[in-house]
């Protein structure tokens, strides 16, 4: 019995296939690797998205709760970030105000 996965074929444009066969190349994997990776990436994208659209739901339904919510942040990171920065994955998604605190973007 075979212990390599199992595999299919798919149809993609050549142009896509051409795009897919570079990128390999120039990271030297294989395109299967840079598939899944993208993949991967897409999969961590939508996650954040839906963190994001319930933190914004809080926010805007559970006034309360978003209070209390930003205040055992401020608890657990003592305060507002004297650098001002946020981690990259919430770049784009969250906006820093002023007083330093995380706020939704839009």
Avoid: C, N
Avoid at 45 to 70: F, G, H, I, N
Avoid at 99 to 105: I, L, P, S, V
């Amino acid at each position: 019995m075979s212990t390599e996965p199992k595999t299919t074929t798919i149809r993609v444009s050549f142009a896509t296939r051409d795009k897919i066969a570079k990128l390999a190349e120039q990271e030297g994997k294989s395109m299967t690797a840079v598939i899944d990776d993208a993949i991967k990436e897409q999969e961590r994208k939508l996650r954040w998205q839906r963190v994001a659209e319930q933190m914004e739901r809080t926010r805007r339904e559970d006034p309360e709760s978003w209070a209390e919510y930003l205040a055992e942040q401020e608890l657990w990171l003592g305060g507002p970030s004297p650098t001002r920065r946020i981690a990259p994955e919430w770049e784009g998604v969250i906006t820093l105000p002023e007083d330093g605190r995380a706020d939704h973007a839009g």
